[in-house]
């Protein structure tokens, strides 16, 4: 009778009887393959002599098996091993991870946006002993990194895909860190303060993926961003967020299809509505309404009564400024209560004589959404909008994964609770950065969730994963502000600088700092040159078609 270990699942009623094999012993029996071993011979020669146990490596058997289901193997002593007693049920085997060298230490980042692939460039970067070089896996469920400040730019036709969207094929080709393509389904962690596990040895935990792959790893790093968060009834089935590639390439594809459809004269314009007057909705109202321009009408609303209220007094003057000088209609102190399509609800009677907008068009109403609009404020008068186009920008979630065990501590946005060196507090060997993390400045107030905050935890975040395999003090996170950069369109942009007080950028000035600044963030050098050379080309031609323009007008008048 032969049994493969990593191909049965064992029963759990089997174990109840061993005193010494209890739940406490499950981050110890994961971290000590010598034991694990031990044990195995122990029990094999003396109580199944007669079945042959085969496994093909203790650290195959170990990864190939759920940590919540490893309750030990004992207690089969004493039961017979007749043909009615089942001692494993058969399942089919699961798929592990394979790392190149498991002598090397393990680092797992879940993530690849800007904090993770940044924390995994840092690591790269750094100097290590030889023996000490730790491997790098980064798993996402994209198989690009998105640099998500200039989406906007997509909209306007001023970048191409491939330039603020590499794949990390790319971008990793030429670095040892691994890639890998999938969702993350659970995580195992075995580094819980609570566990008693030891800070500077054994493994971390098991990530389990939505394909059925599991990653057991030694480090962990937790960089899955934020997702839109859109609880209000009707705004997932009727409204598009705008927080990743796919979502910007939707809306470049509604905004051509009504900009075919709404073609020529006599057209009644195109409305958009922007949910949202943060940094993102301003943004992104100047992008559509500059695209649009006599053929649109853009509308903002949100429940706060200024726009971008955390950004520099210059910043929102600048893009209110810009805002008004095209048109775009503000709805402040407003919330959404409802987004519903046209012809949906009894409400449609009241929207009639309450609306703001004009009739809609016979035939057209299926493309017809409503807005219903209640004041933050009482007093205030409720409003229905119409739009051809609903884009949401306010409201996040943090994205994490099931746990498995203990669950990671949350504060009250949702977001992982971490420590001053960015460790997530009840936990050794786990580390969080970027949206999802939770961490408060000196002065007690939470870092935003900003492309900028995440760039510095990476770099920090990597430092202190080297200190910690090195036994190297790690350093505390402290954030520097180095500005606010805001696009309003082509050609257009607002920079506010914080290592001079009082220096703000508007214009084109603004505007080619904004790009010099983000160009210089690009993750990798050969893809620098690859999207400068492609923004200087751009540059030109644009500079040559502007001077014929000017030409063809002089010689005309």
Known sequence: MALTMSSARINRKHFTDVPFMSSMHYPLLLNSRRICRNFLQQYTSRKFMSIKIRVKSVNQMISDTNPRR???????????????????????????????????????????????????????????????????????????????????????????????????????????????????????????????????????????????????????????GAGAKMNVPGASEFAIPFSSLEDTLKVDKHLRTLERKKFGKGQPPIRVIVVGSGYCGVELAATVAERLADRGKVQVVNVASTICPSAPASNREAALKVLQARDVQFFLGYFVKSVRKSGSSKNDEQYEETSVMHKVPAGEEEDTFLLDLQPAERGGQSQILEADLVLWTVGSKPQIPSIEGQAFPLNGMGQVEIEETLKVKGYHRTFAVGDLA???????????????????????????????????????????NLGELMTLGKNDAVCTLNFQEGLVLEDRVGYAARKLAYLYRMPTDAHRIKVGLSWLAKSAVDSIASLQSTIAQALES
């Open 438 to 480: 939770g961490l408060r400045d000196p002065s007690g107030r939470l870092l935003p969730s900003t492309a900028q905050v995440a760039f510095q935890q990476a770099d920090f975040a990597g430092w202190n994963l080297w200190a910690a395999i090195n036994n190297r003090p790690l350093l505390p996170f402290r954030f520097q």
């Open 70 to 224: 490893f309750h030990g193997f004992a207690t089969m002593a004493g039961r017979g091993v007749g043909d009615d007693t089942q001692l494993f049920e058969e399942e089919s085997p699961m798929k592990s991870f394979t790392w190149p060298d498991l002598r090397r230490e393990r680092i797992c980042i879940l993530g690849g946006g800007f904090g993770g692939l940044y924390t995994a460039l840092r690591l790269e970067s750094l100097l290590w002993p030889s023996d000490k070089r730790p491997q790098i896996l980064i798993v996402d469920q994209s198989d690009r990194f998105v640099f998500k400040p200039m989406l906007y730019e997509i909209l306007s036709g001023e970048v191409d895909a491939y330039e603020i969207a590499p794949y990390f094929s790319e971008l990793l080709a030429n670095t040892g860190v691994l890639f890998c393509k999938d969702k993350v389904k659970a995580i195992c962690p075995c580094d819980s303060v609570r566990s008693n596990a030891s800070p500077t040895s054994g493994i971390g935990g098991i990530v389990h993926l939505e394909s059925g792959m599991q990653v057991e790893y030694d480090w962990l790093v937790l960089a899955l």
